[in-house]
């Protein structure tokens, strides 16, 4: 497997999203794990769709996810472009959640 070179880490505030672009060489499966995320007991949507443009990533396959393990979503890929989001699903006046996620392929 092939690890994108850092983990994506950052906050999410609730209502929101943030992506990361992802190159893959050739075809095989694109990975994502959920390390971590804070506070205790958070719940992340995690998705992987095409970057299309300057517009923001839109999932074509999603999952709510609690830090585990192992990949929370494994999808096969060609080679090319893709992006990791990760969105809140925290209730409107709660709180931001910060998250580490793994990307990797295969």
């Given at each position: ?63 709510h996810a ?20 990760a969105?809140?699903?925290a ?16």
């Amino acid at each position: 497997a092939t690890t994108q070179p850092a983990p994506f880490s950052t906050l999410v505030y609730p209502g929101g999203s943030v992506s990361r672009a992802v190159s893959v060489t050739q075809a095989g499966t694109l990975s994502v794990t959920l390390l971590s995320a804070t506070p205790p007991g958070a719940r992340l949507g995690i998705g992987v769709g095409v970057p299309y443009g300057g517009a923001p990533c839109s999932a074509t396959f999603v999952t709510h996810a609690a830090p585990a393990a192992g990949p929370v979503l494994s999808i096969p890929v060609d080679a090319g472009y893709y992006c990791v989001v990760a969105f809140s699903l925290a209730e409107p006046d709660g709180e931001a959640t910060g998250f580490v996620i793994a990307i990797a392929t295969s």
